[in-house]
């Protein structure tokens, strides 16, 4: 069993920059793809980066690109989003997920979640 826990959320003005990080349980972090999702207000939770267990392979949906970067650390157990020039169509709950699986974007194929850390993006 992995436990998942987001970090680093809170408010910032548009233009601004957030550091959420997700600490994992576990001594089989090092093996799992995780990811980011988002979950907007009345909004289906949506895919934002993945990165493989090794750090080799990323993804970003369009929306990220540019201005997110997904990062790991698998001696400290845990994986990292960087999101720079923030907008307020990024305001969401953040969940990290992790996956036995090969990298997805695809939400169910994630085994583990955390609880999610709340990112409001003001204008």
């Known amino acids: 069993q992995v436990q998942l826990v987001e970090s680093g959320g809170g408010l910032v003005q548009a233009g601004g920059s957030l550091r959420l990080s997700c600490a994992a349980s576990g001594r089989t972090f090092s093996s799992y793809t995780m990811g980011w999702f988002r979950r907007a207000p009345g909004k289906e939770r949506e895919f934002v980066a993945a990165?493989?267990?090794?750090?080799?392979?990323?993804y970003y949906t369009d929306t990220a690109k540019g201005r997110f970067t997904i990062s790991r650390d698998n001696a400290r157990n845990t994986v990292y989003l960087q999101m720079n020039e923030l907008k307020p169509e990024d305001t969401a709950v953040y969940y990290c997920?992790?996956?036995?699986?090969?990298?997805?974007?695809?939400?169910?194929?994630?085994?583990?979640w955390g609880q999610g850390t709340q990112v409001t993006v003001s204008s």
């Open positions: 990165i493989s267990s090794s750090g080799g392979r990323i």
């Open positions: 997920a992790g996956a036995r699986s090969g990298v997805s974007t695809t939400s169910t194929l994630y085994d583990y």
